[in-house]
């Protein structure tokens, strides 16, 4: 059964930084790209990052510069850095994996999400 639990989530002022982590179990997650995603509240849920099996990443402009994702296969994990956050990054924050191995393929499985809230 697949599992995907994020933490990392939390408070912070603007200008501040986070690190997001995915633990992942259940399936071979060097097989499959991840990507993360926010909803913010009343808003459409939006792709932040993803990374496919290569370690190529593909980033929103919204976050280009200030967001890293990378993956540690061995950990079975991937991982979101966010420097430099904005009250408009506020969002519950999702993990989710990709049907294959590149970003273009459709949604998978989801995690229940983390908080996050940028604000002084």
């Known amino acids: 059964q697949v599992h995907l639990v994020e933490s990392g989530g939390g408070l912070v002022q603007p200008g501040g930084s986070l690190r997001l982590s995915c633990a992942a179990s259940?399936?071979?997650?060097?097989?499959?790209?991840m990507g993360w995603f926010r909803q913010a509240p009343g808003k459409e849920r939006e792709e932040v990052s993803c990374?496919?099996?290569?370690?190529?990443?593909i980033t929103s402009d919204a976050v280009k510069g200030r967001f890293t994702i990378w993956r540690d296969n061995a950990e079975s994990a991937v991982y979101l850095e966010m420097n430099n956050l904005k009250p408009e990054d506020t969002a519950v924050y999702y993990c989710?994996?990709?049907?294959?191995?590149?970003?273009?393929?459709?949604?998978?499985?989801w995690g229940q999400g983390t908080q996050v809230t940028v604000s002084s």
């Open positions: 989710a994996t990709f049907m294959s191995s590149d970003c273009t393929s459709a949604n998978d499985y």
């Open positions: 259940g399936f071979i997650m060097d097989l499959y790209a």
């Open positions: 990374i496919n099996t290569d370690a190529i990443a």
